[in-house]
């Protein structure tokens, strides 16, 4: 039987489908559209800006770091540029140990790479790459240019490197530059010119390369380079070249600098000179010193167990942080304090029988049987402590403590370096506050005055202190800030800008007793505890010799060195000024467990007034003797073309004094 068909109701359900079918497919269209529109319209400058974000990389360009040179033109800091191989380890395909042993069949990777890598990958801030090896030769960029196809996110980059010529010479001056570790980082991102350190992987980590960081780093140029999809560089669009760094000229000779420093030998200690006049600093020698180059690229752990852990400690920076009793080299200031406080007249004499009694405990000079009848020249010359044993009991702690304080004992001088050590001026508010803790020590002594008067006690400052003092008093009580850096030059301009351009201010002293005390201190070299050491000089100068206690001695025992541990022998100090009627450098010097200040102290002070006003350098002979200038301050670029460069103790009651 034949099924008849429903042609009307087939035709009806088709045109349904196809009028749903339809409305779909318009419905579709319209929300494609719509969609369009959105993008194209609404959303079309969000979307332009993310396509030339994609197209365009804005890459920093890092500017050339300031130099460093000395007083007379010599480069003690500057920048090399060399490859260095570097790995992304978000790039990579294979692990990282992997990557780096293929890498190794190329390029040599010594253990210590790894280890120093490693290092900086976990002290990393979130870097795009991490250097592997620096300093690649040229056979080694090319054979990994050859096969740099196998190593997705690992690149050669040209970096520039920071270089100190000059070794450890002056190294707690310069400083020295490192990689930014996180909290560094941390400290940029604070910062109000954060952007300025866009790209840069190294700051200044000690010494001027940390204090002038913002002068020497420059600016960050730009370059805007379009990429393809896949990421590489196709052509650059724009490029804002990096300003470079301002270039610091130093108050430093380093040629008189080298000489000290030869002059220290194995001795530890330091010594700073200082142009009265204008608060140069012309010496800033802390021995033993490092080689900073160890640090610009993370030092090896080896090297720095060795330097860490050296009895030595050649990382502390004396002059700065160095706290010493300054010994028998605080007479002349206690002499000079006598005179403007009316405590003595330079005639006015005592008479020293070898010791001074206070309180039933005896306070003993150096000297046996003493010096007899002491004036003031003569107990400078002689440096008699009996003479100040009595000079500081009648004036008492507070007069001693108000004297010299505007001398900058025990003040922050202000160098331009960091971490400066403020040292102890004794006062009876200080030991009050110092032993809080002990009631019964807070009462200031009779005692503590006495030593107080002969330099020991609790005296302690820092070597820096000691010679801004001296050159205070050379200088008839004008006070110039000390200062490493004499000149800051702008690398663009050339302009050049004073970093000290005047005064302090001045102590009020009367020229009178100024040269009274400058005179016995030309004494001590022509006739006193130095002249010895100052026997034949081509010049006159004024000094004084100290010897300072770092342990108490033992009632009527005698002080020999001999039987007592190097490290806990008397440390030997002397300061000096020249020439004598008018002094161009004053000098503070100390020396570690040196025993004498005439024997050890004095002679490498000589040395360097040779130099510093003759010319002449140690072993040579006096007719090669000529009278030396400071040499024009020159412009880094003429240096630059020369060189080719492209861009708290106190002794015990039974004190024993200073032993010259």
Known sequence: MTELKDNQRELYQFRLRLTVLGGLVFICFGLLLAR?????????????????????????????????????????????????????????????????????????????????????LEESRGFESVPLRNRLTDEEVARFSAQRFRFPGVEVQARLFRQYPLGDIASHVIGFIGRINQSEAKLI??????????????????????????????????????????????????????????NLILSIDIELQKVIEEAFGEWRGALVAI????????????????????????????????????????????????????????????????LELHKRTPGQTIYDPGSFTLGGHKFRDDKPGGHGTVDMYKAIVESCDTYFYILGNEMGID?????????????????????????????????????????????????????????????????????????????????????????????????????????????????????????????????????????????????????????????????????????????????????????RIAIAVVVENGGFGAGVAAPIVRKALDYYLLGKRPHEKETTVVPREDAELRSVQDVQAEQGLSDEKRPGAETPGNKE
């Open 399 to 583: 007069a001693i403590h108000d004297f010299m304080k505007p001398f900058g004992f025990g003040q922050i001088t202000g160098i331009d370096l960091e971490h400066e050590k403020q040292g102890v001026l004794p006062s009876k508010e200080w030991k009050a506050s110092r032993f809080k803790k002990n009631p019964a020590a807070q009462k200031w002594q009779g005692g503590d005055t006495i030593s107080i008067a002969i330099g020991n006690g609790y005296n302690n400052y820092t070597p820096l202190q000691l010679a801004h003092a001296v050159a205070n008093l050379a200088n008839n009580g004008v006070v110039m800030k000390p200062h490493l850096v004499k000149i800051i030059e702008d690398s663009a301009t050339r302009t050049r800008k004073l970093t000290v351009p005047k005064e302090s201010y001045r102590i009020p002293l009367k020229q009178e007793n100024i040269d009274i005390i400058k005179n016995a201190m030309v004494g001590v070299t022509l006739s006193g505890t130095a002249a010895r050491a100052f026997a034949g000089a081509g010049y006159t100068s004024g000094g004084k010799t100290g010897t300072a206690q770092l342990i108490a001695i033992k009632k009527n025992e005698k002080y020999n060195a001999s039987l007592i541990a190097e490290r806990l022998r008397d440390n030997a100090l002397y300061t000096a000024f020249a020439p004598a009627d008018n002094p």
């Open 275 to 338: 142009e009265p006049a204008t608060g140069d600093i012309l010496a800033y020698v802390s021995r033993p010193g490092y080689d900073p180059n160890l640090f610009v690229d993370g030092i090896d752990s080896q090297s720095w167990n060795e330097l860490n852990n050296s009895l030595d400690r050649p990382m502390v920076n004396r002059p700065l942080s160095g706290a010493y009793p300054p010994g028998s080299t605080f007479k002349p200031f206690m002499a000079l304090a006598a």
């Open 36 to 120: 369009f529109i959105w993008l194209q319209v609404y959303k079309h400058s969000d979307y332009v800006a993310q396509a030339e974000e994609n197209r365009i990389a804005i890459v920093p360009i890092e500017p050339n770091r300031g130099l460093i040179l000395d007083r007379n033109g010599v480069v003690l800091a500057r920048n090399y540029s060399a490859f260095t191989l570097e790995i992304t380890p978000s790039k990579l395909n294979a692990t990282l140990d992997e990557t780096i042993d293929e890498l190794s069949k190329l390029i040599t990777i010594e253990t210590k790479d790894r280890k120093h890598f490693k290092k900086l």
């Open 189 to 246: 991102a604070q910062m109000d010119d954060a952007a300025n350190y866009n790209g840069t992987d190294h700051i200044g980590k000690e010494g001027l390369e940390k204090s002038y960081e913002k002068q020497l780093h420059g600016i960050t140029g730009y370059e805007e380079v379009e990429k393809s999809a896949g990421g590489r560089a196709i052509r650059t669009l724009s490029r804002t070249p990096a300003t470079p760094g301002s």
